[in-house]
């Protein structure tokens, strides 16, 4: 049911370069999977709202105030290309 | 006082009366860690300031200053927890080298306990993983037999934790990662309530499930790690703001009365003779303590599994989004920069940097949400999974615990497993729903298989009740006959 | 403009940047020009393990906004991940709001051309802004110092229809955020974004015509002129039988045409869900009726408040309600002076006059408005003189001063004495006999105006001109 070329569209928009090979093991265990999980839509889950967070967790609004907690040095630190203390990529159009 | 197999509460003691130096107990455990790490794998990264991070720790007592309740005890700290200064992979090539120059709440709230850090543990790959076979720095073994894997995600912990490299380790728990190692290596493994727990500076998985928690060698120290790390964090609104309970001092083993649920669902499924003549012994003992059994049905169990790779996977398809090489973390060899293709770009980063599972899921997760299938999996995997939440808190509202076994199987063989993703998503079966249920849940060491394997037994308790779980395992624990069993390697 | 037969069908999507001190999600500075990526931290930056906390004060921007702009608030609405790829997007994906939006279903009514308009407002929602990419020869430089300023996108409905309501649109909505002090307004700076979406179809048509987004112009006479270009480009490709493509065009003031930038791929699949680590924004009817309750009053409402309360012509009002600094100088001014059109005619005029010449904001006139309203109750009162209020507002400019310590420093009371302004003109007559002469000979004419400039000259202006006319009239009859 996820055949190759659902792979490949799925895998541009996750930005994954997978290989031929690796799209066609895909498919095979996407499927498998998937078709043992579309069991849930056995459920009825009329007019069940989803969950997301499963706790009661009270709501915290932080006031407006400004830090400055960390220099552009040690946020730039990691940075596999930077150019000064701005993170360099290939040429965006 | 045998360094190796002391307590929190001996250590802290010792150290803070000055019996003993934390510069002595780092540098006892340091050594084991040296000794015992090339045969299990269970540090990717050894601290080698450690030592001298227990050194300043006896300066300041030797100035007077009171450190904490934990004030000198060595940790090990799941990869994907980030610490300041010491590299954070999550188990993945695309963090190699990532040094975060922030500490997790939990590291943070560690240290102001008075905890060393030793080092960082191995872990499967972005916490995917239940065996610790998908990590980047190579599996981990089964201290009480090294063909076997030791349990993931938190593999590493759970192997540091058995050969006693450390003293405490930290785990993370998303589908059963603190608990099903921790069964796998006979400790005791804590989920606390999601909400409990900052998740601030967890290399996320899946934001609604993910909670770390301790996985150590005895109830109170897992109590008292867990005071240590609860409570509110302002820098995670998903934190609750409700006060963090003196599990420890309250801890009981006096269990009469107490409720204990037996799920019609688990108890039926086939499992392996021992982990049955484990679990049918833990509820004789607990009989015999005066605690009450009654049958509870949670029927929407039956489709944890499936709702859990669903949110999960949606949740980090999201996630792994920002590892993209432009920041931090590993970029692909490509030559000349400006010659590059931007989609080319992320996706050979991307594509080098992930191991094959991350890679599945994330595909998995990216199906879910897409335009046309959000409905039928990630929005209908959201509902079934509130039935499930709400099916849950029906049944303990007739129990304070529910009792059940952790896996099926003792560890399993190393690479028995890898080639069917599915068949190693079935391993999650007992212990996805209490994520996804938000509940709070926990392993504790009962028994041993015929060929020497830990077998230990989950507990689980209402949101923000851990009280009763800890103290049913404290019970467990008192009357076990495999305390202070230890491992093969040790 | 319709023509030949089409009407415009145009929807506006205005980003709002929040002037919050820190960002919506941390805690970051939000100043302007700060350093290379000094405005940032482990969550701007989209560090792993990192988190969201949300904002109070954008919330209650947000809240006001939407009240201001008629909307109804939403009491529980949820964030929502926005995800795709790009280098400005730190975490690869954007918080927004997508099915559940904090404020919806308000509009706006403003003129154009004298003719009433009203606008219907979609939604207003709250995201974070992208980091600002700059091309540097073959490379792209990132910098997250605006990753993460809060904004709230106001999206209308497609009730546009010219380029001349657009821009109208575009003033009403900036003059709102201003008034509530949300966001500076500035286009240039990118403080407020326009994003235009245009499409034509033929009158009486009901299906709507491609559409075509032109972002990122940053005037509104930009605005107005682009789209009605487009307006005319979209005809033509018409009616030439030419298929309208769905893309993403910008503005070229140079060659006053739109242009390409990039055709819009196949709809991006976003992929929206609720953000697992925020918990949805729930805000009480208590809450929301106090927000209300702190909202200054709105331009339109003012303007009409001003003509129908002080008898202001509309063109006065608009003017005067143009910017909230100027209306309440206006008011203050006219509290003070209690004339309300000569007030406003000394604002509109002299004051605003020079605010220009010295490149001043009204807030920073060295004339404050009590002052400007004792000077209109001075002449008012007959103490100073239209004229010579010129002066006293010229040295009120200079110096600050209050215009009574002005008047009496430099003895500018009007003179007003009949008797005082006779002995003043029998003075300047017998002073200039001949022109006297000429002047009841008929011998030459219009030398009333002479006689006025001597005697002001003679009074140092002080002389009051009614008084001064009328006496000399008098005593040249002939």
Known sequence: MIDKKTIEHIAKLARLHVTEQEAIEYSEQLSKALSYFDQINKVDTNGVEPLVTPTEIESFWREDEAKEEFTAEEMTANAPAKAGNLFKVPPVV | MDLTLASFSEIAEAVQSKKVSAKEIATHFHARIEKLNPKLNAFTFINGNAVHDAEALDKRIAQGENIGPLAGVPFG??????????????????????????????VARLKKSGVVVMGKLNQDEFAMGSSNETSFFGSVKNPWNTDCVPGGSS????????????????????????????????????????????????????SSLDQAGPMVSSVKDA?????????????DVTTTQRKVPAWSKNLSANVKGMRIGLMKEYMKGSINSDVQATVDKAIDTLKKMGAEFVEVSVPMTEFAVPVYYLVAASEASSNLARYDGVKYGYRAEMGNLSAVDLEDFYGKTRGEGFGKEVKRRIMLGTYCLSSGYYDAYYNKAGQVRRMLMNQYLEAFKSCDVVLSPVTTSPAFKIGERVYDPLTMYLNDIYTTSTNLAGLPGMSVPFGMSQEGLPIGVQLTATHFEEQHMLNVAYALEGASDVKGAKPHVF | MSSSGYEAVIGIEIHVQLSTKSKIFCADPTTFDAADNQNTSPVSVGMPGTLPVINKKAIEYSIKTGLALGCTIREKSIFARKNYFYPDLPKGYQISQYDKPICENGSVTFKVNGVEKTVSITRAHMEEDAGKSTHSGDYTLINYNRAGIPLLEVVSGPDIRSAAEAAEYGRTIRNIVRYLDVCDGNLEEGSLRCDCNVSVRKIGAEKFGTKVEIKNVNSFRFVEKAIEYEIDRQIDAVERGEKIIQETRLWDPDKNRTFSMRAKEDAQDYRYFPDPDLLPIVVSKEMINRFMADLPELPIPRAKRFQAEHGLPEYDAQVLTGEKDVADYYEEAAKESKNYKATS?????????????????IKDSPIKPQQLGKMISLID?????????????SEMWQSGKDPETIIKEKGLVQITDSSAIEKIIDEVLAANPQVVEDHKSGKKKNLLGFFVGAVMKASKGQANPDIVNKILQEKLKV
């Open chain 2, 77 to 106: 700290i799941k990869e994907m927890l980030c610490t300041k200064g010491l590299p954070t992979t999550a188990g993945s090539k695309i963090l190699q080298n990532f040094v975060p120059p922030y500490d997790s709440t939990v």
């Open chain 2, 223 to 235: 109590a008292l790690t867990m005071e240590a790390i609860c409570g509110f964090d302002e820098h």
């Open chain 3, 345 to 361: 005619n000394w604002i509109m005029t002299e004051l605003i006059r020079e605010l220009n010449d010295a490149k001043k904001e």
């Open chain 3, 381 to 393: 009162n007959g103490t100073i003189s239209g004229k010579i209020a010129k002066t006293v507002f």
């Open chain 2, 155 to 206: 593999g590493g912990s759970a192997a540091a934790q058995a050969a006693r490299m450390v003293a405490g380790t930290i785990g993370t728990d998303t589908g059963g990662s603190i608990r099903q190692p921790a069964n796998f290596c006979g400790l005791v493994g804590v989920k606390p309530t999601y909400g409990r727990v900052s998740r601030y500076g967890i290399i996320a998985y899946a």
